[in-house]
């Protein structure tokens, strides 16, 4: 069988020293295939959003080894990291996180100028991930002319237009209504299953969890279950 696309082997996460000091992750054991969607539930400071940036190479663990793709990741140089990040990986965020005066179209391709593409090039994949989120009717559209559900796709296409293998998503519903929620949701939901993307998301919301294959509970610092869909 082949090695998980994600694997945390005794993560710890510790913040602070001496008296200050809090133990965030106590020993963290995780796997994840390829092609999962995993939601990542528990209350305010159980550690999900600190496994969440240690996944997405933003945070490193005290102690522990975190193998991507079997490579061990804490043994990564700074620049190492941030090019697993570029090439690899792809985020989402309660704030969506647009830039205010730059159109849909300009936002999505910003994460393709690091890479050298050309113009056209870049023109060419933000499109396509526009249109993959349905909004390609909107890409001269700043983020202030854009509903909430909207900016959010627009961050999803962002997201998605690197190719990344893994989509990590720190709650991508918070800020929205249900009815948006839940086409934010099915998109998701598709990316997983039509392009292969494996989707983390954190989320506190049952019926948005509802959508994963896999749910992961959190509770001070430790996974305390996981659920397989319809179990």
Same mark, same amino acid.
């Given at each position: 069988?082949?090695?998980?696309?994600?694997?945390? #082997?005794?993560? *710890?996460?510790?913040?602070?020293? /001496?008296?200050?000091?809090?133990? *965030?992750?106590?020993?963290?054991? @995780?796997?994840?295939?390829?092609?999962?969607?995993?939601?990542?539930?528990?209350?305010? /400071?159980?550690?999900?959003?600190?496994? $969440?940036?240690? =996944?997405?190479? @933003?945070?490193?663990?005290?102690? /522990?080894? %975190?193998?991507?793709?079997? =490579?061990?990741?804490?043994?990564?140089?700074?620049?190492? +990291?941030?090019?697993?990040? #570029?090439? %690899?990986? /792809?985020?989402?965020?309660?704030?969506?996180?647009?830039?205010? #005066?730059?159109?849909?179209?300009?936002?999505?391709?910003?994460?393709?100028? %690091?890479?050298?593409?050309?113009?056209?090039? #870049? !023109?060419?994949?933000?499109?396509? &991930? $526009?249109?993959?989120?349905?909004?390609?009717?909107?890409?001269?559209?700043?983020?202030?002319?854009?509903?909430?559900?909207?900016?959010?796709?627009? &961050?999803?296409? +962002?997201?998605?237009?690197?190719?990344?293998?893994?989509?990590? &998503?720190?709650?991508?519903?918070?800020?929205?209504?249900?009815?948006?929620?839940?086409?934010?949701?099915?998109? $998701?939901?598709?990316?997983?299953?039509?392009?292969?993307?494996?989707?983390?998301? *954190?989320? !506190?919301?049952?019926?948005?969890?509802?959508?994963? !294959? +896999?749910?992961? @509970?959190?509770?001070?610092?430790?996974?305390?279950?996981?659920?397989?869909?319809?179990?």
């Amino acid at each position: 069988m082949s090695h998980p696309l994600i694997e945390f #082997r005794q993560i *710890v996460k510790t913040y602070g020293t /001496g008296m200050a000091q809090s133990t *965030v992750l106590k020993g963290i054991d @995780l796997k994840i295939q390829e092609g999962e969607f995993i939601a990542i539930m528990g209350h305010s /400071g159980s550690g999900k959003s600190t496994s $969440l940036n240690i =996944l997405g190479c @933003l945070d490193t663990p005290t102690s /522990g080894e %975190y193998l991507f793709d079997g =490579l061990p990741v804490e043994q990564m140089s700074t620049q190492q +990291r941030a090019l697993l990040r #570029r090439y %690899y990986l /792809g985020f989402v965020f309660q704030g969506f996180n647009l830039l205010n #005066r730059t159109s849909a179209l300009e936002n999505v391709e910003l994460p393709l100028i %690091y890479r050298g593409m050309s113009a056209k090039e #870049r !023109h060419q994949a933000a499109m396509d &991930a $526009l249109k993959t989120v349905g909004l390609e009717d909107y890409v001269d559209h700043t983020p202030g002319e854009l509903s909430g559900g909207q900016q959010q796709r627009v &961050a999803i296409a +962002r997201a998605i237009v690197t190719q990344p293998k893994v989509l990590l &998503a720190d709650e991508p519903t918070g800020n929205l209504d249900t009815a948006r929620s839940i086409e934010i949701m099915e998109i $998701l939901s598709e990316l997983n299953q039509k392009q292969g993307i494996t989707v983390i998301m *954190v989320t !506190h919301e049952e019926d948005m969890a509802a959508y994963a !294959h +896999r749910r992961i @509970l959190f509770k001070d610092g430790q996974i305390v279950t996981e659920q397989e869909a319809n179990s």
